[in-house]
């Protein structure tokens, strides 16, 4: 019997990881559209359009499945609330001004740091065991992830005088990424991910029209203005980056927890690199493949199953 549950288990984190890694797939091409509509529209819009595209896949998705929408309790509404501020408006906020000053690789190179910073979040403030073989790997996969993007855009660390703007704002990017992966634990058991994730859009898409509005960024004439490429975009940051990507990134937290969800976002720039080499013809070098081999290694000691008689000595 015991054989039989340790192989369900090992194949049920199976299906998590390989969903955790679809949906990294997906960010990696994240800052590039972000990047790509950087000039086109005020960031506050890009922001707003986005989720509007998003909060629709969303709901449409629930009419489609016949999922009525739960009645949240007032302390749900107020964690909810939380989780739309800071994972919604407050990141998109940092993410599309912060791609007005840097390239997509610098952001890359700073967002890298989110496994790091929710592993010891974590630890700080729920009490996470960190075990060394897991700092050991979020360290592993802060180096390759580092080496991967570094030596596909070397001249990224020659920074511009106002890059340290852009540095600020995408360091706000993983802050606010942090609250959204560390206070969903409780809503991600209660209302589950779909829940979770279509409340907390819906309530960040509102704060983001609020906030364009008022500051008079909506702007109907930039919309007649985008192409078939910008429209792409946005239609991929909002229904894949956004709708698709964020329910899977919460089920694998429900799963298997914030830490090791979190190392999966090392391989936004591993993504990137090999859809760059297979779709444009980029070349691959040497410290891609050695940064690629330690991000998958990292990935590995993190997620990494304790010895039987290890866990009995934790429990």
């Not at 054989?3 to 998590?16: C, G, M, P």
């Not at 972000?34 to 909060?55: E, T």
């Not at 030596?151 to 005088?161: F, G, I, K, M, V």
């Not at 609250?179 to 907390?200: A, C, D, H, I, K």
Request: proline share 4%.
């Amino acid at each position: 019997m015991r054989n039989v549950e340790q192989l369900h288990t090992t194949s049920s984190d199976i299906a998590v990881y390989l969903t955790l890694a679809a949906v990294t797939m997906i960010w990696g091409g994240t800052f590039v559209a972000g990047r790509f509509l950087a000039g086109s529209l005020s960031p506050m819009f890009a922001a707003s359009l986005r989720f509007l595209l998003a909060s629709a896949a969303l709901l449409g998705f629930l009419w489609l499945a016949r999922i009525p929408l739960a009645r949240p309790t007032p302390r749900q509404w107020l964690q909810l609330m939380l989780l739309g501020f800071f994972g919604i408006f407050f990141y998109n906020l940092c993410f599309f001004y912060g791609l007005q000053y840097i390239n997509a690789s610098r952001a890359s190179l700073i967002v890298a740091l989110n496994p790091a910073v929710i592993g010891l979040a974590s630890w700080w403030l729920f009490k996470e065991r960190l075990r060394r073989v897991k700092v050991a790997g979020i360290a592993t996969c802060i180096v390759g992830a580092g080496l991967v993007i570094v030596s596909r855009n070397p001249q990224l660390l020659a920074a511009t005088p106002d890059a340290w703007i852009g540095d600020l704002l995408i360091l706000g990017c993983v802050l606010g990424w942090g609250v959204y992966s560390l206070f969903s634990r409780e809503l991600n058991q209660t209302l589950g991910p779909v829940q979770t994730v279509t409340y907390s859009i819906l309530i960040g898409t509102l704060m983001l029209w609020v906030v364009a509005a008022v500051r008079g960024e909506l702007s109907w004439e930039a919309l007649d203005d985008l192409g078939l490429p910008q429209w792409l975009s946005l239609t991929y940051l909002g229904v894949l980056g956004s709708a698709l990507a964020y329910i899977g990134y919460y089920h694998g937290i429900r799963k298997i927890g914030a830490t090791r969800s979190g190392v999966f976002i090392a391989l936004n720039p591993l993504t990137a690199v090999v859809f760059g080499a297979v779709l444009l013809d980029e070349h691959l070098t040497l410290a891609m493949y050695g940064g690629g081999a330690l991000i998958l290694t990292g990935i590995y000691l993190c997620n990494k199953p304790l010895a039987p008689g290890a866990r009995k000595r934790i429990l």
